[in-house]
């Protein structure tokens, strides 16, 4: 078993909406059904007792040992504790070949179980050795390190069930919240309108005192101190007991607290100041350790925190029962799980030492041992709920310690016998302010209710139950795909929008490109919905980038399907057929939003049946508004948009919006078919995104063809009296409808200019030069600059045998590259003739073409 090729699909993609690796996975002859493999399954099982079961679908009828890769590699990330579910093996039209599909939660363990899974079953074809627990502690390891950590997490999936769009920017804790001009920024439980200078003041612990002081909330006297000898002086000053601790620290980092003696003060120095080179001392407050989270101007949430400790047995020494209590599954060595196991260090040893204690002591039966007097989760310590016992002057003078530093999340350190009682009549106070703060201790405390602080940072964020999407528009299908691209574009700039778009010659920003070449794939959407100056995003989908890596976004307001025909790369990537195509094309209209529209061309049955993948609406278009489906949608009272008496019509009901083709200048009064159908998808993106009718109108009336709104896309030419038309057209569609387009237009003598595309089948590139051959009187046949995988000479050749017998093409000539072949052909044209050259070099062709246009008109 071969592993040819894998991808990591990270949007919504062909198989689901799941993120998922992809695999082609080639299999002998023997390998293509394990019964052939005698013993091979009950090894396997063997090895691995979880593992599930081994269906075959698609096109397959045996289980292969792809199939067995499949669902190892699914359940290897199952028993790590990773949430996956999806998994899928799809037979090719080759021989022993096959597509795999499996869902991860994080890229790295994903491919890790992959490559785990395919040594497990060379371990039981050859039945050696396979260590499961082994392989589960790799994937469950790997997992912990790179996954989001317990407070970012809680915030990411508050803001997922709100719909909120997130995209991970780091491996570590930098995220993205929302598209374009509504995204937002978090990193950990801090949010980017916390200015900096809030933190550091957070971070400089005598600075906080002082501001808190002034703001009249009370906290611990104490000073920054310069050596351990100048500790104790302060501590003397302050009086015992007292707190050491980094003046610039967090997570409970370093802190010493309940000190009572010149050694215990001296082992706190040391640790404070491995941690930060500025230290200081304060009054150590008696009485409970609690956390309280203040998001925005509220209290959300509120923990005792105890320090750790463990109780005797009469048993068991102390270090035996620290190991004991870290055998907790609810405790690991990060921030990963609710609690984090404890550590034998100096403080603990001096600790223990204030209690009479040693490491190897075994504490009588019932004896509280504690290990520490900081209660820092960090440090071993455990969690208790008490947020419904918060005295409101409790949460008051933490909301005020909060704002005085100007944190937007904020965890407020409080001292005190209960917080169910005002902080002045029971001496307690506020020894610690924190920017970022852990959020576990509320999620998951260790004993208590947790509390929903995600939602309340998502709300405090995005309030009013905002989702911080903007539009977004995906078209895709055959033909049409870009100039519709630009003119919803075009209608939603109209709008007052800034708007950013992605085409097949580059990604424009408030039209100015900022990137050139195909950018029609999921990366260059991700750039625009990155952007904050875009508020509505249109991106072209083209079939490759959904292939490659899925889409770049989770839904999205509408999503166009223009048509869906031959010759878009079918026989790539193991897309053989319309149907195979119509399958992939379908992925926009899968994930329009519920509340979202698919636009859909009724006329093209193969797409006018996307309708039942549709979570949202649908808008049908046609010219034809008789067509069956056409009108049974209209008689539903659903929206439909059709050519009536010289214009388009938009229908809902007895609501119509009429727009004369004669004030839609793309379609040429319209005599051009397929521009009148680009301008009815768009109608119906625009009906589908709320852009006012008027704003379509002027949309609609403003848009043209030129080589900078549309380049490549019919772009009319006058050259010395004759008819010069460029488009990039290269499919056998393409070219019958630029057939019908120019068919409409009056000529004396028709030219045609044209090459093909290598990665086409050698049956698509032959029909162009059929349908060419029937239309026009002259054909210039030209090499593409990249033959994309052919070899010298085989395009032109293909393009050839499609003449043979044309009904109407006489002169057939071959030139050596495209500049050459337009001269030629121009060269040729007189006055009243039309010439349509099929460009494969988009911005230097129309350069070429145009600089040719400008010197015959300046010479004339």
């Known amino acids: ?106 890229e790295d363990v994903g491919r890790l179980a992959f490559h785990l899974a395919r040594e497990l079953i060379r371990s039981a074809i050859d039945d050696t050795a396979f260590d499961l627990e082994d392989a589960l502690t790799q994937l469950r390891e790997l997992d912990e390190d790179i996954r989001l950590g317990p407070s970012t997490g809680a915030i990411v999936e508050a803001a997922l069930a709100r719909s909120v769009p997130c995209r991970r920017l780091t491996t570590g804790s930098l995220v993205q919240f929302g598209w374009g001009s509504k995204q937002r920024r978090i990193q950990a439980a801090e949010i980017d309108s ?91 407050m008696p009485g409970h350790d609690f956390r309280l989270l203040v998001v925005g101007n509220k209290l959300v949430a509120a923990a005792r925190r105890d320090p750790p400790l463990v109780i005797g047995d009469g048993v068991h020494t102390i270090r035996e029962l620290i190991d004991l209590v870290n055998a907790d599954p609810r405790r690991s060595d990060g921030h990963a799980t609710p609690l984090t196991k404890m550590k034998m260090d100096d403080i603990v040893i001096a600790r223990l030492g204030v209690q009479g204690y040693v490491q190897d002591s075994i504490p009588p039966k019932g004896a509280r041992v504690v290990l520490r007097n900081n209660a820092n989760l960090s440090t ?19 909301i005020d310690a909060a704002q005085m530093i100007g944190l937007d999340i904020c965890g407020v350190d409080i001292v005190c016998d209960s ?94 490109r900022i990137d050139t070449g195909d950018c029609a794939g999921p990366k260059s ?76 061309n009724a006329a093209d049955p193969i797409v006018a049946a996307m309708i039942h993948d549709c979570p949202g609406t649908v808008i049908f278009f046609a010219e034809d508004g008789r067509l069956p489906v056409m009108a049974a949608h209209w008689a539903q009272g659903q929206r439909v948009v059709l050519v009536e008496d010289g214009a388009i019509v938009a229908a809902h009901g007895h609501a119509r919006e009429v727009f004369p083709l004669s004030e839609i200048p793309i379609t040429r009064n319209g005599t051009i078919g397929f521009q009148v159908q680009n301008a009815m998808a768009a109608i119906g993106a625009a009906w589908a995104t709320g852009i006012p009718w008027e704003t379509v109108r002027k949309g609609l009336a403003s848009f043209t063809t030129g080589i900078d709104s549309a380049p490549g896309r019919f772009n009319v030419f006058d050259y010395r009296g004759a008819t010069v038309i460029a488009d990039y057209g290269h499919n056998p569609d393409a070219m019958a409808a630029l057939v019908r387009a120019v068919e409409a237009m009056p000529a004396k003598r028709r030219s045609v200019v044209i090459s093909g595309a290598g990665d086409r089948r050698d049956a698509d590139i032959r029909q162009q030069t059929e349908i060419l051959g029937a239309a026009f009187d002259d054909v ?54 039309l010439c349509l050259i099929l460009i494969d070099q988009v911005e230097e062709a129309l350069t070429h073409i145009a600089a040719r246009v400008e010197l015959t008109a300046t010479r004339t």
């Open 1 to 106: 078993m071969e592993v040819s090729r894998t991808r990591a699909l990270r949007g919504p993609n062909l198989w689901s909406r799941h993120t998922s690796l992809e695999a082609v996975v080639s299999c002998t002859h023997d390998e293509a059904s394990i019964d052939r493999l005698p013993g091979f399954e009950i090894r396997l099982r063997a090895r691995f007792p979880q593992v599930g079961s081994f269906q075959p679908k698609g096109r397959s009828t045996s289980i292969a040992l792809a199939n067995v890769l499949e669902v190892a590699a699914l359940c290897l990330q199952a028993e790590a504790g990773c949430a996956v579910s999806f998994s899928r093996t799809q037979a090719t039209f080759e021989d022993g070949v096959y597509q795999v599909a499996v869902e991860y939660t994080e």
């Open 194 to 284: 916390t200015s900096a200078i809030a933190e550091s003041i957070a971070q400089d612990k005598e600075l906080t005192k002082h501001l808190l002081r002034a703001a009249g909330v009370p906290v611990p006297i104490g000073r920054s101190v310069v050596d351990a000898e100048d500790a104790w002086a302060a501590a003397l000053e302050i009086g015992l007991p007292v707190v050491v601790k980094p003046q610039d620290g967090n997570q409970g980092k370093g802190v010493t607290v309940n000190i009572v003696s010149r050694e215990h003060l001296e082992i706190a120095y040391r640790a404070a100041h491995e941690c930060r080179d500025d230290v200081m001392v304060e009054r150590y």
């Open 525 to 600: 959407a991700r750039n625009v919905l990155m952007n904050p100056d875009v508020d509505a995003a249109v991106f072209e989908t083209a079939r490759g980038g959904m292939l490659r890596e899925g889409l770049a976004f989770d839904y999205c307001s509408a999503a166009v399907v223009t048509n869906v025909g031959l010759g878009d790369h079918l026989g790539l990537n193991y897309i053989t057929t319309v149907d195979d195509l119509a399958v992939l094309k379908r992925v926009i209209v899968q994930n329009v939003a519920p509340d979202g529209m698919a636009v859909l």
């Open 419 to 512: 917080v169910s009682q005002a902080l002045e009549e029971q001496g307690g106070g506020v020894v610690e302010v924190n920017a970022a703060p852990g959020l576990r201790m509320h999620i998951a405390p260790s004993y208590g209710k947790g509390r929903a602080v995600g939602e309340a940072v998502v709300a405090s964020i995005y309030p009013n139950g905002d989702n911080g999407r903007i539009p977004v528009v995906a078209v895709t299908g055959t033909n049409g795909k870009t100039t519709t691209v630009r003119l919803i574009a075009h209608m939603l700039a109209q709008s007052g929008l800034r708007v950013g778009m992605t085409t097949t010659d580059g990604v424009y920003i408030r039209d100015k």
């Open 780 to 833: 210039v046949l030209f090499q593409d600059a990249c033959q994309r995988g052919r070899t010298d000479g085989e395009v032109l050749a293909l393009l050839r045998e499609g003449l043979i017998g044309a009904k109407r093409a006489s002169v057939i000539e071959e030139v050596r590259g495209e500049f050459a072949a337009i001269d030629s052909a121009l060269d040729k044209l007189r006055p009243d003739d």
């Open 380 to 398: 071993g310590g455990t969690a208790t709920d008490v947020t419904d016992d918060v005295h409101p002057e409790v949460a008051a003078r933490a």
